[in-house]
C-alpha cells in the first residue's frame, strides 16, 4: 500500500478545504484529498453570496445580533464574534488578493436575505458567488508549489492510534489504487450531509462521510439534530431541487400559496425574509392545509430587466423548465439545504482528538446555533479554515510508527447495493426526519437503521458497504438527537414538543460507546 507523508492533509476541496490548503501550504507541505473532481462541493453552488459588514449604516453588533436570534439561543458567542469580526478582515484579505465581488458606480452591491437586518451580502456574478470564490481559491491553491491534490480519491477512514490522528486512509476510486496520507495534522473540511435526504439542494457527494468518519474514532458531534431546509428549491417532479437563493426574496419576490395568498405576512414582520426555519415551517404548514406538494414564488411585480441581469444563472437554469423567472409564478418547496451542527471543535478548529480538526459545514464551532443565519457558512469557511490551518501548524505530535492497514478493495457488484440502499435511507430521512419529527416515528426511524446496519457484511473493508455505513451512521446521529430533544427550536421541530424549552437550550453531544450528553451553551 502506498504511503505518503504530508506536513498537513486537507480531506475536501470546498471553500472551507481550500482556505485551509491555502494557509497551511506557507508551513510546509499539503495533500488536499477529494472525492470527486476539485470544482464539486457545495460552495461552488453557493448562490446568494457571503455576509459581511461593508457598510457604513451597518456593524459588527448588528451582524453578531442577527447570528445570534437565527441561532434560537444555541451559538456561542465567542465564536459568533469571532465569525463577524475576523470575517470582515478575510472579506477584505480576499478583496486584496483579486476576488471580484459584484459592484455598481465602484461600490459593493449588497444583497439581502432572511433574518439579516441590513443589507450585507456580497455575491458575485450576480447569482454565481460560489463559483466565483471556489474558483478564485482553486487558482490560489493551484499556484502553491506545495499543494498537491488528490481528485477522486474518497477518504474512508482516519487512522487513530494511541489517542492521536495521524492521517487517512483514502482510495482511488478510479484506478482501485490505496493511498495511507500520513501527517501530523489531518484537517476534515467533507462538508455537509444534506443529500442523506432526498429532496436536497447539494450535490450527490455531500453524504456526511465526514461526520461518520471522525464518530467512527471518538469525535465529539454536536447538534446534528438541526437540518436546515431551505424554503425555495424548484419543484418539478423528478427533477432535482435546484435552489432558487433566498436573495430574489431579498429582492422583493413573493411566496404564494395555492389560493394566491401571500401567507408570510401574517407570520412574522420580516415576512418573506424571516430566518429561514420559519420560512421553511410556515411553507411545510401551507403545504399540509392546501394538501399540496409545493407553492409559488412570484416575481412578475419587480423590475423583470433587473431579476433577469442579478440572476441570470437561475434565470437560464429555469428555462430549461419553460419557466420565466421574471414573470411565471415558479413552483417552489423547502428542501435539505444545510447541516447546522457536526463535529465539535474548539475556536481554532480542533477536536476532542489530537491531530485532529475541522473547518466548514462538517464542523459545529458554535456559531450557528440551532438555525443558521442564510450566507454565513460562506464566511465560516474562510474564519475557521484559516484558524484550522495555523493552529494545526502549532501541534508538534508524535510521528507514527505504521501499523497494519486493511486494503479497501471496490467491488462494482455491490453499486447496485449501495445506491438502492442509500435511496431508501434517503426516502426515509425526508419521510421521518424532515422539517417535523415526532417520538414514534424517530425510534421506528432507528430501528430501521439499525436494522440496515445489521445487514452490512462486518469486518469487511468493500469500497460500497464502508459508503452505506457512513450513510447509516451519519443518519443514526441525526435521528438519536432528534429524539433526544423534545422541543422545537430552530430547525428541529417536534410534532409533540411544539414549544421551545429552556431546559434545551444546551447543546447535544454524541460520541461512541458514550451516553449522549448536554453541554453548556457560551454566552
Ligand atoms: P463543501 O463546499 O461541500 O466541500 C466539501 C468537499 O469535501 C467537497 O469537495 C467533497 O467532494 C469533499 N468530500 C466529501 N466527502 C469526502 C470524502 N470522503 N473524501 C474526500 N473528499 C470528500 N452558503 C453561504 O454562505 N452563501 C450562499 O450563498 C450559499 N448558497 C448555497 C447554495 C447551495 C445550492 C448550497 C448547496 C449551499 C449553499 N450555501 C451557501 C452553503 C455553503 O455553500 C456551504 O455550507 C459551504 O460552502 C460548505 O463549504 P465546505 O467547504 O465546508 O464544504
Ligand atoms: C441562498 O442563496 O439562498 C443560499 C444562501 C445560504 O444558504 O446561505
Not at 423590475?303 to 437561475?314: M, Q, V, W
Not at 414573470?327 to 447541516?339: E, N, R, T
Not at 457488484?413 to 414514534?440: D, H, P, Y
Not at 414549544?499 to 453548556?520: M, S, Y
Request: net charge negative.
Amino acid at each position: 500500500m502506498q504511503i505518503k507523508y504530508f506536513d498537513t492533509i486537507v480531506i475536501g476541496s470546498g471553500l472551507a478545504g481550500l482556505t485551509a490548503a491555502y494557509h497551511a501550504s506557507r508551513f510546509g507541505t499539503v495533500a488536499v484529498i477529494t472525492k470527486s473532481q476539485l470544482d464539486t462541493s457545495n460552495s461552488y453552488y453557493a448562490q446568494g453570496g457571503i455576509a459581511s459588514v461593508m457598510s457604513e449604516t451597518d456593524s459588527f453588533d448588528l451582524h453578531i445580533h442577527d447570528t445570534l436570534v437565527a441561532g434560537r439561543g444555541l451559538c456561542d458567542r465567542d465564536a459568533v464574534e469571532i465569525l463577524v469580526k475576523e470575517g470582515q478582515a478575510r472579506v477584505k484579505e480576499l478583496i486584496g488578493m483579486g476576488m471580484e465581488f459584484d459592484k455598481e458606480n465602484g461600490r459593493f452591491v449588497l444583497g439581502l436575505e432572511g433574518g439579516h437586518s441590513k443589507r450585507r451580502i456580497l455575491h458575485a456574478g450576480g447569482d454565481a458567488t460560489g463559483k466565483a470564490l471556489t474558483c478564485f481559491m482553486l487558482k490560489k491553491v493551484v499556484e502553491q508549489p506545495s499543494i498537491q491534490s488528490f481528485e477522486y480519491t474518497a477518504a474512508v477512514k482516519l487512522l487513530v492510534d494511541d489517542g492521536y490522528c495521524h492521517g487517512v486512509q483514502a482510495v482511488d476510486f478510479v484506478t482501485g489504487k490505496n493511498i495511507v496520507f500520513t501527517s501530523r495534522a489531518t484537517i476534515l473540511a467533507t462538508g455537509g450531509l444534506s443529500r442523506v435526504y432526498d429532496r436536497s439542494t447539494n450535490p450527490h457527494t455531500a453524504t456526511g462521510d465526514g461526520i461518520a468518519m471522525a464518530f467512527e474514532v471518538g469525535a465529539e458531534i454536536a447538534d446534528v439534530e438541526f437540518i436546515q431546509f431551505h424554503p425555495s428549491a424548484l419543484y418539478v417532479p423528478g427533477q432535482d431541487a435546484f435552489l432558487i437563493s433566498e436573495a430574489v426574496r431579498g429582492e422583493g419576490a413573493w411566496l404564494l400559496n395555492p389560493l394566491g395568498e401571500r401567507f408570510m405576512k401574517d407570520i412574522h414582520p420580516q415576512a418573506e425574509l424571516a430566518p429561514r426555519d420559519v420560512v421553511a415551517f410556515s411553507i411545510y404548514k401551507q403545504l399540509q392545509k392546501h394538501n399540496c406538494d409545493f407553492l409559488h414564488l412570484s416575481l412578475a411585480h419587480l423590475d423583470s430587466e433587473k431579476i433577469k441581469s442579478r440572476f441570470s444563472n437561475i434565470y437560464q437554469k429555469l428555462q430549461e423548465f419553460n419557466l420565466d423567472l421574471s414573470k411565471d409564478l415558479i413552483p417552489i418547496a423547502p428542501a435539505a439545504h444545510y447541516m447546522v451542527g457536526g463535529i465539535r471543535t474548539d475556536l481554532d478548529g480542533e477536536t476532542n482528538i489530537p491531530g485532529l480538526f475541522a473547518c466548514g459545514e462538517v464542523a459545529s464551532t458554535g456559531v450557528m446555533g440551532a438555525n443558521r443565519l442564510a450566507s454565513n457558512s460562506l464566511l465560516e469557511c474562510l474564519v475557521f479554515g484559516k484558524r484550522a490551518s495555523e493552529k494545526a501548524h502549532q501541534r508538534n505530535y508524535p510521528e507514527w510508527q505504521s501499523t497494519e492497514i486493511l486494503p479497501v478493495n471496490i467491488d462494482v457488484q455491490n453499486e447496485n447495493f449501495f445506491l438502492e440502499t442509500k435511496n431508501k435511507i434517503a426516502g426515509m430521512m425526508s419521510r421521518n426526519v424532515g422539517i417535523v419529527r415526532e417520538k414514534s416515528v424517530l425510534e421506528e426511524t432507528i430501528c430501521d437503521l439499525e436494522e440496515i446496519d445489521r445487514n452490512i457484511p462486518k469486518g469487511n473493508m468493500e469500497y460500497n458497504y464502508l459508503k452505506v455505513k457512513h450513510v447509516v451512521d451519519t443518519c443514526l446521529l441525526i435521528s438519536r438527537a432528534a429524539l433526544i430533544r423534545e422541543e422545537s427550536r430552530g430547525g428541529h421541530i417536534r410534532d409533540d414538543f411544539q414549544k421551545q424549552n429552556p431546559d434545551f437550550k444546551v447543546h447535544i453531544i454524541q460520541q461512541k460507546n458514550k451516553e449522549p450528553r448536554f453541554t453548556e451553551v457560551r454566552r
